[in-house]
């Protein structure tokens, strides 16, 4: 692969900025007050992909492209995930494991989305965190610094999304994050998880993962449509990774 022309710091720098929009951005939806239907419509679907860009920029946190040490990281993934209320421990720790072991039952916690029933998709889909942290538990990992994390966490979130309920209201919050929430589930994991492993094979590790080809994905995604870039190359950040298209689409084919 060619050398990209983009420093690692310049995207550690970038990242951040995006973090910091795509965060304040998801939190400042709930002050608007849709009135009409197509305008509900538009907030769900735009808080979503606020969604989905924060966690966009939490796996780059995984990945040590968003601080400049592994505490930094953390803070930062943290701050990524904080719209849609995960942990970023449960993340963190699933998702290493994820590149390690990609594709093999019991070992890939995301494993969990290979179902041969399209009717179990979208509910696997949105009890993934959830069978996350089960994962942690039956393998040990849920440990007492884990608890100690969650209960952090969910207090926080508590007292920011408490907040926001107290200048708008508690239906605002719970309709405009729940319906947000759900169409992120929906779109990340079925088109960034289920499709980009669609075979699920264990052979060589060039045939577990699968990428979507073309520029206007790659920006879409945030560089999350080159997934198999990225399993193949962890360590590249993704505004690293631009231009590495592959010659098949997601199916494989030419």
């Not at 009409?36 to 966009?56: K, N, P, S």
């Not at 803070?75 to 994820?98: E, I, K, N, S």
């Not at 994050?177 to 590790?205: D, N, R």
């Not at 699968?210 to 449509?225: A, E, P, T």
């Amino acid at each position: 692969m060619n050398q990209s022309p983009i420093s690692r710091s310049r995207a550690v720098f970038v990242n951040r900025g995006v973090t910091c929009a795509a965060v304040s951005m998801a939190f400042a939806t709930y002050f608007a007050q849709p009135v009409t239907l197509l305008a509900y419509a538009v907030d769900f679907v735009v808080r979503a992909y606020l969604h989905f860009i924060a966690g966009v920029m939490a796996h780059e946190s995984v990945h040590g492209h968003l601080g400049n040490t592994r505490s930094g990281n953390q803070w930062w993934g943290r701050l990524a995930l904080f719209p849609t209320t995960v942990p970023y421990v449960t993340f963190r720790t699933t998702h290493l494991h994820h590149h390690s072991n990609t594709n093999v039952p019991e070992l890939d916690p995301d494993e969990f989305l290979n179902t041969r029933h399209a009717w179990q998709i979208p509910f696997r889909a949105f009890a993934l965190p959830y069978h996350w942290v089960v994962w942690m538990w039956q393998t040990g990992r849920f440990t007492r610094a884990v608890r100690r994390e969650y209960l952090l966490n969910y207090l926080v979130v508590g007292c920011v999304y408490g907040a926001i309920a107290y200048f708008t209201s508690v239906q605002r919050v719970v309709l405009g994050f729940l319906v947000s929430a759900t169409l992120h589930a929906l779109f990340l994991w079925y088109y960034f998880a289920i499709k980009t492993h669609a075979g699920y094979s264990t052979a060589e590790i060039e045939t577990r993962s699968h990428n979507y080809d073309g520029q206007w994905l790659y920006w879409l995604s945030f560089g999350l449509s080159l997934h198999r870039v990225h399993h193949l190359t962890p360590r590249l950040a993704w505004l690293q990774m631009y231009g590495l298209w592959e010659s098949r689409s997601i199916d494989g084919k030419a």
